[in-house]
Structures are given as C-alpha cells and as structure tokens.
C-alpha cells in the first residue's frame, strides 16, 4: 500500500483528491491538512463525505508528513507549493503538486506571470510536466510532478496529435468555457450563484495565465511555436471546461485523415474518448478526456471536454500517481459519469 | 412628481428599487446612496442600468436626503433603519422601509427575536404594516411602511381569505422553497453556484425570524391565533418565492366554495392571479402574487408564486408609494414576467 | 456470480442500473433490452457508459432472457410489467419491478388509482415492497419485489421510526420537491429546460398516485392509518428528491428523545445518515438517505433527501437483489456523492 | 396607432413579439394566429401574459389580417413565410419575417442551404436584411424586412466596425454559445432540462446555416469576403447568444486605436453599449447588445451578448418596425433587464 497524505485538502481539490484515495485499492491515506479546518472532520467540509470517513483535518507540518508519507499530494494556491517543497526529500517522498509553481520550466517566465519570486529553483529543474498521455515515461521515473491547470489539460489534449504531426503553425485559437467549481471553494461575486446561474461571458481575455503553460508545452511538441490566443469563458454549469480549438493548415487534410492522426496517437489511451458530441455532463464526475475532431479541408475544429477537478486536477494527479508508482494508469479512476 | 430617495442602493433590493423608480412615470429619483460603493455609478454596481442611468451613488446624509425628498426607501440589513428613521420627520418626509425594524408590532418581541434593541419605540407605534391588498386604507394614510418580508408576503397573501372568513384554526403548515437572490449580494457558502446549482435543502426550521411576522398578522386578520409552522427551504432558481400552505379545516369545504372565496375577496386586487398553476418562472421580475386554491374537503392546500425582489420587496414598496400617494398602485409596476 | 438482465434499458433508470451492475463485482450483465433502441450501442444512448461496455439492446423476448438470468430488473412504464412477470417462473428467475404495478397490495386500490386492470393478481399477493431498511428479511426470502417509488422512499424512510414508535396520528403533511430526471426521459413541456431552469411549481395537488403507496406503508408499520396529505412539487435540479414532512403529537416530545428514536432504528443502517442538514446536492449520485429530524415540542419536522434514481430506483433495486442473494446490502453502492 | 399582427404567436419568440406589441405605445394588435392553439387564451401559453390580456389566438388567414393590418410578422419556421408572403400585397401592408427565408439574397444559395426550392423569388428581391444599426436608412423604405437570425445579430454587430473599416482579411472565427431557447418551444433531448442543465457542446460544426447569412452580411459591409469560421455551442442558460470573435489583423493596431473605431461607429446606436464585460445575464430581457474590444496588437477579440429572443428576434423585429414607421427606433423597447 501507498501512504499518501494531502496537503491543503479542504477546497474542491483537495475534496476530490480525498475521495480518490479513500476509495483507491493500493493507498492509504495517511492524513490531510487544513489550516483553517484544523481539527474538524473532513465529512463536515466535504459533505459527500460524512460517513464515509472518520478523518480529522491536521495542522499542516510538512516535515512530519513527508516522514510518514510515500507521495504528498500539494493542493494549495500558487505561490504555496514551491515554499512546502523545500521541506520534502524527493528521493524519499514524491510529490505532486497541483498548483501552478511548477508547471512554468522558466523561473523568469513564472515570475513575471505569477508576480512572485520563485524560491525552489532547484527542484523547478527536476519537475515534471505531468499529463500522462504525453510524458508517461518521464512521469514514472519522476520525484516531483506539477499537475496540469484545468484549461491546459483540455486544450493540449486537443492539440496534442496535431501539434505532434506538424500541423500547427500561424496561429492557434483557444475558446474555453469553465465551470463554477473551477473558481474555487471561496465564495465571490462571479461564483455567487445569483449572478452565474442564467450567465456566460469571457474573462483575462490576452490575460489569462494558463496561456503559457499550453504555449510552452504545444511548442515543445510541436518543434515549432504556433501562436497561442487563449479566450477563458465563465459557463452556467459547476463541473467540467469545454474547449474548442482552431487551426488553419497549410495543406488540405481530409477528416478521415485527421481522424486517423487522432486515433492512432490516443489508441491506448483509456481516458481519452473520440466522439462525434463531447458534453461536459458526459465527463462530469470522471477522469475521461472526451474529444471530437471536426475539418473542412482547410482548418479543423478540435473540441474537448473534461471535468476541472478531475481530469483537470485530482483525477489527473491519481492517473500520475499511478504512474509513478507502478501502477496501471487506470487503477481507482474507472468510474463512469452520469445519465443525466 | 414624487421626490424618492433610496438609502442603501447597492443590495439587489436596492437595484430594483432604482430600476422601477428611473422608470416610473410619476417619480423623480433625487438620490440614492451607498457606503459601499459612494462615488461609483450605479451602472457599474447594477450592470443591468448601465446606459441607462448616469446617477451615482452617494454617501450617506439622510438629513440631508430627507430634506430634499417627499419619500425615503430604506433597504437596509435589519437594526440599521430604526436608527435612520429618528432623522427624519415623518410629517414632511414619508419613509418606506424594506427592512425588518419595523414589522414587529410588538418591542419586546422584536428585541427577543431580532436580538437588539429597538431605538425607535414611538416611531414603531406609527408604522403601518404595508401589504397592500390588506391594508391599503392604513397604508394610504401612513407617515411610516414597514414593507413586508419575502416570505410574509407569499404566506399572507396565501392565507388571507380563508383567515378572513374565519377558516384557519388548530396549526397551519407553511413551506416555503426561496431563490438565491433572497440571501441577498454577499457572496457566501450557501449562495455559491457551486454548491446551489443542483441542491435543495431545509434552512432555520423551526427558528425562521419571518414566522414571527406571519403569525402576527394572520392572528390579526383571522381574530384566534392558529399556529405557524412555517420551513423556508433554499431552492436552485434565483428570483422567486413558491409557498404551499396546508391548512385543516374544522367542516367540509367544497373546492368551489373556497376558490369563491379566493375570488371574491381577490377581485380587485390587481396583482393577484388565481390560477390552477402558480409557477416561480412566471412571476418573476414582475409584482404579481399568482395563487393556487386547491381542497380535497377536510384539508386546503393553497399555493403562491411571487417574485422575492419585487412583490417580496421593491416592487411592493412602489406599490406602497403609489397608495400612499394617491396613485393607482399599478403605476410604474404593470410590467409582466418573461417567456421563457 | 448472479446473472441478471434488464427489461426497458433505454429510460434514465435502465441506464443507472446498467451502471451499477456492470461495475457490481458479484453480477454479470447477461443481456438489456430496449423496444426503441434494438440493436444499438447502450453508450449510444447513455453517453456515461460510451467505451465502457460494447453491450448493446437486445430485443425484448422474456421467456428467453428469464432462462438465461437468475434475476429481471424491470424498468417500464407501468401497466407493463404485470404482463411480462407472467412469462417468468419466479422459482428460477426472480424479479425486481423497478415500475408500480405490484407496489399496491390491494388489486381493486391498484385499478382505481392507475385505471387498468391487473393481469397478475396471483403474483401480486406474492409481492414484497422492497424498502430495504424496513423489510430485509421480507426481502432476502422473495422472488418478487416491488420497488419502492421515489417519493415513498424519501417519505416513508423520513417517517418510519414515528410510525413504528406510535407517534403518527391525525393527519400527515409530505411536502416534496423532486428533479427533472423524476419525469423521465422522454422529452416534454414540464421538463423543457428552457421552462425549467428557474422554476418551481406543486403538480397533481391532492392527486398524485405515490400517495397511495405512502399511505399503505405507514399504515402497516403505525397500526394506526394517519391520513396523508402529499403534495409533489417540480424543482430545478436534475437528480433528487427533498420531503419535508409535519407531524402534530399527542405528547411533548424533546428534540433528543425524538433523534433518540431515529438514531436506534437506524443504528445499522448503511445508507440511512442522520445530519442536521440534509441536502439534495450531498447524496446526489448515491445510494445515500440523509434525515434532518427536528422538534419544538409539539411538532416534529423531518427532512429527507435522496437521488430519486439512486436510492429512489435503481440504487435501491441493487440493494435489494443483494440481499435477495445473500450479500451484504452495500456491495456495489458504496460510492459517495461529489462536492460540488 | 399602427395595426400589427402576428402570424405564428405560440412559439417562444411569438410570444415575445405580443408581450413588446402590447405594451408598445404605438401599436394595436389586431391578431394572433395559432394552428396549434387556435381559439385558447394567450395567457394559457405564454402564462407570463395571463391576466394582461385576453387575447385568444386565431385561426391563420393571411389574407384576412393583411386586410386588416398595417404590418404583419411572420414568426414561422423556415420555409412557411415564403409561402404566406405571396398573399400580402406589400404596398398596403409591410412585413417583417423572423424566419429565414429572406435572409439570404441568393436564391440559389438560399436553397442549396435549407433544402427547399423558393416560391417567392420576387418578394426576395425587395427583402431588405435588417440589421437596424446597420441598415436604418434601407429598412425605412422597406415593404418586407428579413429580420436576421440570433447568431447572426451578435456576430455582425461584433465585427460590424472592423468590417467597414478594413480590418477583416484572412479568416475569421466567430465561437458562440446559446441559450436553450434558442431551439424553440418543442420539447426535445437537446433542451430536455434533465440533459442541458449542466451540460456544454458544440454542435453542427462547420454546418450551421446562419454561417452563411454572416458572410454575406460581412462581405457586403468588408467589401472583401473574409472567410467566416462559425461554431455556435448549447449553453445551460436560457436567454441569450454570448459571442467571442477572433481577428488578425495585418498591421499592429492598438487597443485604443480599436476601441475608437467601435465608438465612432456606434455613437448614436441607442441598443449598442461598450462594456468591458458583456455578459448574457445582464442582457437577458433586453434589446441591448452590449460589445466588448480587445486586443494584443496583432490579433482583435470582440465579444457580445445579446437576447436571442429579444435583439436576436422579436425586439430587433419591434426596432425595425419602429423604423419603417418613422418612429424613434427605442419606442417600446427601453426597458433594462434585470439584477440579478
């Protein structure tokens, strides 16, 4: 068995990271903190909980943690992880981190964007950018994991398979549409359920930070560096990003071609689904990438769908663990959505 | 033209209040303030009159304000209009207030269940209890309103006739099911789109504050004291009210003879529509109270739809206004809902 | 292994069965059927399960699937199943009936209340209604079982420990708000989203058929037959059922002896969980009951929650096929809900 | 007063076009034609007008009411108004069709798209396509105005300015999102709450016809023919057509640079507000279309939002017929939305 513990377990990631492992065959889960739920059980925080748990929240003591633990499990805003790492061994305790510190391989870059000074530079060098169905093989070797952002996750996999077929080039448009929950546990004016339930618009337009990350990884695939223009849309739902990418190709692809890039590339891929009609409620509650890939000769339309907090996050960090440890990819994240 | 004033202009009570006053035929809104916000244009803070208004939100002066205006609208959290109110002359400035100060008749009562004390007693004795279809004779003559609140209104207007004609006796059952908008513009847990946007649950029972309110009136209309009890539930929409009230009744009453009842007591009433099927979708943005009269001979059930913002406050204040100033009570309010 | 089949997979609770029961561990799926949809693929219809099985519906021929299966899941309409059971030998094939047809004990109540006639009055008197918490061992030795409704579920489970103690007498007030997967998955006005979205409304006041299935239960296990008055309510979530039921008692009984008596007869309940703050949104996607009881004395509030396809159906009928075959009543249910 | 009537009032934007006709200062209704409600109240089936009027709907007679009327809408599915146009002598009384049947110029075009042959090829000749703030001078001397379709209303008022001042070349990506109604009153799965409420996706990629109907508008005011790449998606909320378009442009241009265009050209555009946030729940209810501009110098972003049923259809319609009336083109439509 695994000992994994959490740190910063009290938000909707933390949430769901708490639910994987208490369910996972091959962990135990060794203990989750929260500082400003120190003490209480998780089953009061995370109501789906009660019952099922008997786990308190703990004060956060890393070093401790990290003495007990195989794997911590970072969950914290960013600017948080990269301070915590300094106390972990990696060659003792691995660690996945789920916040943005590590997932900018340039610490200039990540400072100008994040507007704060990155204090592991050290340990930024060995991390590992961890979408699975691109770096499985760096992943199981790695000590340090930086989980993807939500809208990464969804549009690299979208373009992934283009990007490694030299595709891409000029110009890529990224239009996604994100869920309540992908804003967090805190209560604000755009998650106030008054303003959001009958709404859609757009938000960080030419801003938005996760920009970079789907810059820096689509050029490292694609060898060449398309230009990324990322649109973020805050959607009436809770759970799930819709992403729809555009690319103008140089030379006529046919759909049965691209169809074929995309089935080859994601063929064992168990989360990946390609589908004429990816919906969010489909993938709501589950680790699956739902992704439909659409041509008119010239440009292809790529859409996908995925659950922020899962796919997006805590059922992307279990899929690395996973990895990391040995394990088949798909061990604990099975589950199916569901209808309706 | 009527001089309004609006003290705390930046809750959503308060933005629908201005948004019927710019528009009402009649008034002339003179100012309108928040602490909050002072200095901001109110088109900032309810984008719904951007372009529609360049009034800015003031600071606070409410002798100031009282001086300049016939009519003050107070929409205030509780405690802070009693204080408000002992700056102004009631003789030369009428005041309408959307808060809870004034709706319990009784001081002592008011301070048990409101927790403060009341330091406006005298002014209290001088309040009018303002639910239009009830009181329009006191209402029309009042120097004071206390509007009524959200619940009250749907639950009063519910069980007014059969009080009236001496049917309700023994404990009188009133479940309420209320939209996002009533917790008002503080974002908070339970008002968060992530955790409202699928769920329904149970809220205060037993300890509601507005059961006080309902069972002051109903005991006044119906001349014994049947017992409230009454369950306020939080529901997934945003703006609406649905309540269903079950009453027992001591004979046999046929269905016919209580809707004549319903009807004949209702028949002038130009916001009430008896219907066979209120619904929170139809009333809302609108100042109608839709009710539903149903008997199966031992038991009736009645059901009302009103909008919380509107019938449930600002367009029952207007409508309180229009009395207490000679006016037709439908002036500036005859706007019907959307559909869908 | 248990092999079961399900007659009428297409509908929302034919898909959550198929869900569980191709993840139960102790259950092979050996065949589902679908008028509408022969031949296709079940992720066809139910995107959750698209790249989870191949299965696809089979024409409905029960003779044939009953000699293939050691246990039927019927999920029809009702009026249905009462023919299909007389093809079936229920000493070798036992039968869960997801429908109404043998939920109501008396024949001629049964033709009054669905207006048609029972064909299988024989296998009617051989019926147990299947609510788990109440009638285990009815269960484990039938070949028949009626599954509950989904209003009766929540109700009946939110009442039983007052009936079994003797406090039910007079009348009953059942207050419920159900979801749009409640009115199924066929398309129509009420469950259009655009009319839905933001709304709330009661339907079939008075009226509703589950009342019947109330009353016959409570009166079972209360010795007494307190009149049950149940009102229905359409909300604007997807999945679940909240009830809010009001009960006078003769005798005063404080808040604790009254959570006294449900923590006892619930002691060893797996799916019953007594909170202060039952939730639609929390038990959503399981098999979970959440009960809030509440007490000032005289009256007692209880309130319940439950996924109306879960617990309310298709859960609940996986519930009782493991007792029927001696498993442990969890096996397969054990998931949690999600937050958000 | 203007004589108006309505042929097709029963569907969502029917209903729209009686609730802004009975209240606008200027018109009479003169009739409502159902086939499938002929002879029930208005109120039965837009209950938010039950009580506001007693308007019964008419059996259709196209004669009869052109007879009677000044102006006629056509509220049809596509297909039908060619048809009833033949029958209006448009000298003695003006047309505006919300269907699509005279949007496209080309009749050849018009019937490769929607699959019909067109029966009135002369009448399409007169049609002007009225897009107000583009086309006031045409629509006030037209006899039939194609009033344009809900996609097309956001996209062409986004890219309007940059259209008439050159900046369009290359390929431009227009990304939408819709509310439910937007596929009309017919229950269907795609609006079935149970599938929609928590749910996002694209659908008829590369396909949608409005696409055609925006290049023909874009070419005419661009003079060049940029290549429209349109991707309209099923959004969870009711109301409204949110639109995100993206440019690249030639030569650097500034964001004030760009932001000047778009005041200029919209100054005196009374439905037209620039906002840095438009937002759909704030032009619910409305007939504004409010229009954000953004840029990184390269590449130009414009969202709007709109009411599909509103500026996307019936409150376009009612600002048209102002204008072919020589009114003020706000006369009935100043109304704001709501907040929240």
Redesign the interface.
Known sequence: MIKAAIIGGSG?VG??LI?FLL?HPKVKLVGVTSQSHTGEKIGNI???????SNLLFEKEDVKRLSQKADLIFLALPHGQSMKKVKDINLDKTKVIDLGADFRLEDKFLFEKVYKVEHVSPDKLKKAVYGLPEIKQVEISKAGLVANPGCFPTGAILALYPLAKSGLLSG?V?I?S?T???GSG?K???V?????????????N??SHRHKWEISQEIAKISKSSPEI?F?P?S??????I?T?V?V?TVKHHSISEVKEIYQKIYENKPFI?L?D??????V???N?CDI?V???GK?I?V?S?IDNLVKGAAGQAVQNMNIMFGMRETVGL???????
Do not use: C, K, M, W
């Not at 995370?46 to 099922?52: A, F, I, R, S, Y």
């Not at 099975?334 to 309706?340: I, Q, S, V």
């Open positions: 909707y949430g769901e639910r369910f995370h109501q789906n909980l009660n019952g099922v110009s448009v239009n549409a869920g309540s929950s546990v209560p604000s004016v998650n106030h359920h008054s303003e959001r339930a009958q709404d859609f618009r757009a938000y337009v030419f223009i649109t849309h959607a009436s739902f809770v759970r799930g819709f729809t555009y103008s689904r589908t009609n990816p919906r969010v409620a489909v709501a509650g589950t699956y439909g659409f041509s008119d440009h339309i859409t769908a099975e589950f199916p959505g569901l209808h309706p």
